[in-house]
Structures are given as structure tokens and as C-alpha cells.
């Protein structure tokens, strides 16, 4: 049992519920309370114990019910005992002899596998099964690649090429019972083949989620599939979370700044000036707030997309958040991003501005007419876009006024620094005004530039 | 205490809470019996008024133990949660003491002396005479053991959870000018949460982690017969039955158990027989909180009674 407990950590594991070694301690001591007789109490104990939120609790009740989902060989057996007796009676006996007369077929010589499977044992070879699997370390499969791997290993411990070399030597003596035994085998590769793909599905789900998240996360954003753009979005929300996590914990952080000279001297003017008591400054932070400025003409729009999804999931971070979205006309999208689901939205503004050319110098002229007034000293104006703008009049003027009236200028590219500057792209003109100008392709370079606007207010 | 009840299984638990007129379910019993077997606090979270608090008063009428709540705010600290010093007593002891000092130093003719003298004396200034327990320190003093309930832990401050941490997995703490003071008898421990935040994982793992969701039909009934005394069985189907029909509206602040039962009262004083859109309708506010949740779910009345009415014939 406490073999198989610990396979159920592993499983567990591999669900995404994090099993400290102490946790399992305490579901040890559990399950020795409350015993495995009973399979409810048994799930609730270890529910208990080992899950630590509502999401773990649903994701580790769907593992113990994998999990257990083996069949037990003990009632199996009860049930493959009754059916034998149930046939017994109703068939008449010579059937039953006949069966028996089956059975007494000379089956010495064989190996133990043949024999297993001829004799029809269920019982005997789930056993074996789960005893190779053991062999094997099924529990440390983590890519679907690997089935055939595990399959062949399992079936190797579990004697194959004795059963091989049984049924070449059984078809020239005895080509029946060779036809069974390979009947046999072939249920046997199928009994293989599902324990693997249970095995996969226990131990390697959060490797293989690990591994795709890995690749999403890598990919880039302009270019990710159809199907894709849901996968990406669940990435992009963890992603929120994560920083949220990170950032929205108030931390406690020296704010004593310099020595606060004229205070200290009025303070302490009953001392004639000797400094008793000092005064310091207080260093000031500021919440963050920002306006981000997003180009959603064709090749960018995605991005745009999956950014404005970002720094709109950052509420408790960010509580000031102003979004523009452009192509060649400026409107604030602030309003719709909040209402409305992220798919909604993105259609909305899509149908708004979206797929023009883009024309950076009228969206920033849109900008100065209508929206100067909401950039302060505190705010960090983000602006994502590839800078290609046709040609237009770039009026990086403009980008010059609003850096110098907000905090920071950071510019998002999702370009590669190698095509800044080259066909239209104002790139390097611009770039003059910013603070920062960085790539932003992937899910994880959003993160990072995201992370780090965010870390400057800490 | 004598007639401390060992619960001895699961069922035990669920009838002594159920004779408190606590209606739990398996997993709530198990919790139960398993945070007595391996003294372990147990983390009960789940939306607002489905029994979290009402679990430890449970637990402490049926095993007939005293009690002892900590209701956590934000800015709560030890001061008020563990110990506080009394300092007026203080004040008054170093008092009396300048007053004897000439006896206690009585002698000494160096100061070098005196010092030696004053330090032979023996220190009450820090001594168990001048701690005034708060709760938590109180709980680990009752002989008897007790249930301890930190109710609303979300609502702390994340410093506060760390200063538990020592109380929750060995039942000791550290005042540090005494040493260490463990429970005479381990308190049986219940934090609730309502998910306003997240707790940290230092406190997660010292904990069991029970959720109390929105119970199932059967099971609120029964809550209900045992709260409300003079329902009518068919009444008391018709409503339960429309309360998990407004359940699953998208509502502001769904309505839990304890509005149930609130709901449940208010039906029997104004002596409803059955279910019917005119009484309804006039009490929705004891159970919505909301007037926009009100609004939505008032134009539905009619066809959620009629679904409870048709799953009450069925059911």
C-alpha cells in the first residue's frame, strides 16, 4: 500500500498539485487512520490533506479517480470466479469437459507468459502487467513519444522473447494453439498499450503542459495559429497571475530617504541646534499608472491583442490603466476592454479601427488633441507598434512631448532589431525619445517588458 | 475532562455534530475526525454563510469544550492576538521595589555590591505574573484543551500568518523574555477563510484544507429541518429547491445556507403553506443582498418556482 501511495504522489505530481514531502507525511498518516477499505473516505482523507486550493482539489479528485481507475484484481477475480461457476451450471458438462480436455493441452515446455496467457488468467496478468510496468518506471514517462518505448520495456520484462521463441517452436507442432497464443499476445500488446496511455496521462501531464507552455511561450505572437490563440490566452492569464503575485504584495521597503536638513534644525531648536532628534525625508513611490498606446493595424494587431489582455488582468498591480488603440485613427479603447470579454473586445475595436494602414503621425496627432491632458509626471507611456508607417510623417515631435511629460516612454517593437529602420519603419527616429525600446514578439519578452514597467514603480 | 467523547469514526463525528444541530457532510466529518487523530488545524474555506464559524461551535458544544475565538482584522498583532505585558502592574512593582530597596540592598556597601545583590534577587519584572493572555495563548492554556477559532484569517495581514505559523504545527509559542509555553492539551484548531487573498503555503501545509462549497439539495433540506423548527416538508422542498435554481443565475452575492435558513424562518412567521411568486417576490431582499441581484432574478420568480414545484414531484 504504501508503494502505491507513493506512485499516487508522483501522479499527483504530475497533475499539477505540489506534494511536499512533509504533505505526504501527513497523508500517510491519514490514510493509517482512516484505512483504504473504503474508497470515498479514502479520497476525501487524501483530498484533504495533500490539496491546498479548490483548483487542486478538482485536479487531484481526477487523478485518484485515474488512478484507481485500474481494475482491482481481487474483485475481478471474485466476478471471473462467479462467472466460471455460473457457466458450469448452465452448460451441460460434456461443454465443460471439453473446456477442461482444452486446458490439459500440453502446455509444458512453455514459458510462464505462455502459459499465463493460454490459461487465460486476467487476474495473473494484470499483475505482471503492473509488476513490469514497476520494472519498466512507467511513472517516468513525460512525453506521448515515449509510449512505444515504455510498451516494448514492459512487454521485454515481462518475458516476450520467451513467448517468441514458444510460438515459433508451437507452429510447427501445433499450429491451434500457436493461433491462440498469438490471439493471446495480441490482447496482451493492447492491455500494454492502455496501461501506457494511463501512465501518460498520470505521471506526464504537467511535463507535456510544461513543454507546450514552453514552446507557446517562445513562439511568436504575430504569427501563432488559429487554434493556438486560446492556449495563448490561458498563457497569457497565468502570466497575469504570476506578476500579480509578484507585484501586488505591499512590500515593506525602507522609504527613509535623506536627512530632512531644515526640519531636523527647527526640531531640535530647543537645544540650541544640537541634533537630539533627527528628520528624515520620506522617499515617495508612486502607483503605477500607465497609458499604452497600441497599433492594431494587420501584422501587429495580435500582439496588441494578447498585451492588452495582459495589463488589463493586472488590476490589483496597475489601478490606473488608459489603452488607445490605433491604425491610422486614435480611439481610447479603455472602456471596452474592461467590459467586455477579451474575444468581444477584440472585435469591437477591431471593427473600430482596425486593418488600416497604419499612420503613426495622425494617430499621435489624435493622441495630442484629445488624451495630453492624461499623462502626469508618474505615468509610463507604453507604445507597441512596429513603427512602419507608410511613409507618412512619422511627427516624432509629438513622441518628443509626451516624453517629456510622463515618467518613462517605453516602445514595444515586435520586430526584430535587424528590420528597425529598414523600408518604412521610423524606428530609430523615434527610438530617440524613448527610454526604452525593446522586441516584444513572445509571450515571455511580453512578460519581462511588462514585468520590469511595473517593477520601476516598486 | 471526564466526558470528553473520543470520536472513535467518521459517523460519530457526524452524529455528535448533527445532534448540535449541525448538519455535516462525509468530507466535513472526515475533516473532523482526521484533525483529532493527527492534531492537525484544519483551513476551512468557501463563500460567506455556509457554516464555517458555525463548524467550530459545533465541534466545541459536542465535545464540550470551551471555545475561543479570534476574530482576525486587518492591523491585528500580537499585542492582541498572543500576549501583552501589564504594564500598569509594572509600573506599580518597580514602585514597591524602589520602596524596599533599602532592604533588599540592605548592606551592601560598594555599589559593586549592591549590583551583586540586585541580581541575586531574582527578576519578576518579566515573569508569568505580568502576561495578560490574549486568545491564542489563552487556548494553549486551557488544561482541559479547547477549540480554537481564527475565524476570518484572509482579512490579517500577511505578518500576522507567519506569527501562527509556530502555533499551528508544534502548539507552542515563544514569548521571549519567559521561553517557550506549550498547550497543556493541543487545542483543536479551525481557521476560515473566505479567499479574499490568498494565504501563504507555509500556512496551507500546516493545515488540512477543507472546502464548504453550496450544499447539495438533500442535504440543505436536512439543514433546514434542523434550524427551522415548523416547516412544512413540501415548503421546505419548494424552497431549497428554488434557492439552488437562483444558485445558478449570475448573480453578485449568491445566497448561502445561512440566508436559507433566514429565508426559512421568515416563510414560517409569515405562515406560507407553499411557494408562491406574491410572497416571494415580497421576500427576495432576506435572501438577494443586492438591489441589482434583485432586479435580475425578480423577472425569473415565477418560472423557478414552477421548476421546484415540478422537481419537488419528481424528486
Same mark, same amino acid.
Given at each position: ?6 506512485? =499516487? =504522489? ?7 498539485? &505540489? ?48 488512478? =484507481? ?132 496521462? /498520470? ?7 510544461? /513543454? ?8 511568436? /505572437? ?24 509578484? =507585484? ?150 509629438? /513622441? ?16 526584430? &532589431? ?41 | 475532562?471526564?466526558?470528553?467523547? %473520543? ?113 541575586? +534577587? ?119 429547491? +428554488? ?53 435580475? %432574478? ?18
Amino acid at each position: 500500500m504504501r508503494e502505491n501511495l507513493h506512485r =499516487f =504522489f508522483r501522479a499527483a505530481r504530475g497533475a499539477g498539485v &505540489r506534494v511536499s514531502p512533509a504533505e505526504s507525511i501527513d497523508a500517510m498518516r491519514a490514510v493509517a487512520q482512516v484505512g483504504v477499505s473504503d474508497r470515498a473516505i479514502l479520497r476525501d482523507a487524501l483530498l484533504l490533506t495533500l490539496a491546498k486550493s479548490q483548483d487542486e482539489k478538482l485536479a487531484l479528485g481526477d487523478c485518484f479517480d485515474l488512478f =484507481f481507475s485500474q481494475p482491482e484484481p481481487r474483485q475481478e477475480q471474485a466476478e471471473a470466479d462467479s462467472e466460471d461457476a455460473a457457466q458450469g451450471t448452465d452448460q451441460s458438462p460434456s461443454s465443460g469437459a471439453a473446456s477442461e480436455a482444452a486446458g490439459r493441452e500440453p502446455t509444458e515446455g512453455l514459458g510462464p507468459l505462455a502459459q499465463m496467457l493460454l490459461s487465460q488468467d486476467r487476474n495473473a496478468i494484470a499483475a505482471a502487467i503492473a509488476s513490469a510496468a514497476g520494472a519498466a518506471s512507467l511513472s517516468d514517462i513525460r512525453y506521448s513519444t515515449q509510449r512505444g518505448i515504455f510498451s516494448s520495456r514492459i512487454l521485454d520484462a515481462m518475458g516476450l522473447q520467451r513467448l517468441r521463441d514458444d510460438l515459433d517452436a508451437l507452429t510447427a507442432t501445433n499450429p491451434s494453439l500457436a493461433e491462440r497464443l498469438r490471439a493471446g499476445l495480441d490482447a496482451l500488446r493492447e492491455a500494454v498499450r492502455d496501461t501506457v496511455s494511463q501512465g501518460l496521462a /498520470l505521471y506526464a501531464r504537467e511535463e507535456a503542459e510544461n /513543454l507546450r507552455n514552453d514552446i507557446l511561450r517562445n513562439a511568436p /505572437l504575430a504569427r501563432i495559429e488559429r487554434r493556438q490563440v486560446e492556449e495563448m490566452r490561458a498563457l497569457i492569464r497565468k502570466i497575469a497571475r504570476r506578476l500579480r503575485e509578484r =507585484f501586488s504584495k505591499p512590500r515593506k521597503r525602507q522609504r527613509r530617504g535623506h536627512l530632512d536638513v531644515r526640519r531636523t534644525l527647527r526640531r531640535n531648536a530647543a537645544w540650541g541646534g544640537v541634533p537630539f532628534l533627527t528628520a528624515w525625508k520620506r522617499k515617495h513611490r508612486d502607483r503605477p499608472k500607465i497609458v499604452a498606446l497600441c497599433d492594431v493595424s494587420g501584422s501587429v494587431a495580435q500582439v496588441s491583442d494578447f498585451f492588452l489582455l495582459l495589463i488589463h488582468s493586472l488590476h490589483e498591480v496597475v489601478d490606473d490603466v488608459r489603452s488607445f488603440a490605433f491604425s491610422s485613427h486614435l480611439i481610447e479603447v479603455s472602456d471596452i476592454l474592461e467590459t467586455k470579454s477579451p474575444e468581444d473586445a477584440m472585435q469591437e475595436i477591431m471593427s473600430k479601427v482596425g486593418f488600416g494602414s497604419s499612420d503613426y503621425g495622425s494617430a499621435l496627432v489624435d493622441f495630442e488633441k484629445e488624451f495630453m491632458s492624461t499623462l502626469t509626471p508618474q505615468t509610463t507611456v507604453i507604445v507597441l507598434g512596429d513603427a512602419r508607417s507608410n511613409n507618412l510623417d512619422p511627427r516624432a515631435d509629438i /513622441l518628443r512631448r509626451i516624453s517629456e511629460r510622463s515618467k518613462r516612454l517605453v516602445w514595444l517593437n515586435p520586430e526584430g &532589431r535587424l528590420a528597425w529602420g529598414f523600408g518604412d519603419s521610423e524606428m530609430p527616429r523615434y527610438a530617440t525619445f524613448c527610454s526604452v525600446v525593446r522586441q516584444c514578439a513572445t509571450a515571455q519578452q511580453l512578460e519581462r517588458a511588462v514585468s520590469d514597467i511595473v517593477a520601476t514603480y516598486q | 475532562m471526564a466526558d470528553q467523547k %473520543a470520536s472513535t469514526s467518521i459517523e460519530a463525528v457526524e452524529s455528535g455534530l448533527a445532534a448540535q444541530g449541525y448538519i455535516a457532510s462525509r468530507q466535513i466529518a472526515t475533516a473532523v475526525y482526521l484533525s483529532q487523530q493527527i492534531e492537525k488545524p484544519i483551513l476551512v474555506e468557501g463563500p460567506a454563510g455556509v457554516g464555517k464559524t458555525e463548524l467550530a461551535k459545533a465541534i466545541a458544544a459536542w465535545r464540550g469544550m470551551k471555545m475561543i475565538r479570534l476574530q482576525c482584522y486587518e492591523g491585528l498583532d500580537e499585542a492582541k492576538a498572543l500576549y501583552e505585558w501589564k504594564y500598569a502592574k509594572q509600573l506599580l512593582y518597580t514602585q514597591i521595589l524602589k520602596d524596599k530597596l533599602g532592604e533588599v540592598l540592605g548592606g551592601a556597601q560598594t555599589l559593586h555590591a549592591a549590583l551583586d545583590q540586585l541580581h541575586d +534577587f531574582g527578576d519578576v519584572f518579566f515573569s508569568k505574573e505580568f502576561v495578560e493572555p490574549r486568545p491564542l495563548l489563552q487556548a494553549l492554556e486551557q488544561p482541559g484543551g479547547c477549540v480554537l477559532l481564527i475565524d476570518e484569517i484572509d482579512k490579517s495581514d500577511a505578518e500576522f500568518e507567519s506569527l501562527l505559523l509556530e502555533i499551528l504545527s508544534d502548539f507552542q509559542v515563544t514569548i521571549p523574555e519567559l521561553g517557550t509555553v506549550s498547550a497543556i492539551t493541543p487545542p483543536t484548531v479551525i481557521l476560515t477563510s473566505n479567499s479574499e487573498r490568498d494565504l501563504g503555503d507555509a500556512l496551507k501545509r500546516r493545515c488540512l484544507h477543507l472546502h464548504i462549497g453550496f450544499p447539495e439539495q438533500r442535504l440543505e433540506e436536512r439543514i433546514v429541518e434542523s434550524r427551522v423548527h415548523g416547516i412544512s416538508q413540501t415548503l421546505r422542498r419548494q424552497m431549497v429547491g +428554488f434557492i439552488h435554481e437562483i444558485r445558478s443565475l449570475d448573480l453578485k452575492k449568491l445566497p448561502s445556507v445561512s440566508e436559507t435558513i433566514d429565508w426559512a424562518r421568515v416563510l414560517v412567521l409569515l405562515q406560507a403553506s407553499e411557494l408562491d411568486t406574491e410572497i416571494v417576490k415580497d421576500t427576495l431582499n432576506v435572501l438577494l443582498k443586492y438591489e441589482a441581484d434583485i432586479e435580475a %432574478a425578480a423577472p425569473q420568480v415565477t418560472t423557478f418556482i414552477a421548476k421546484a414545484a415540478r422537481s419537488n414531484v419528481f424528486g
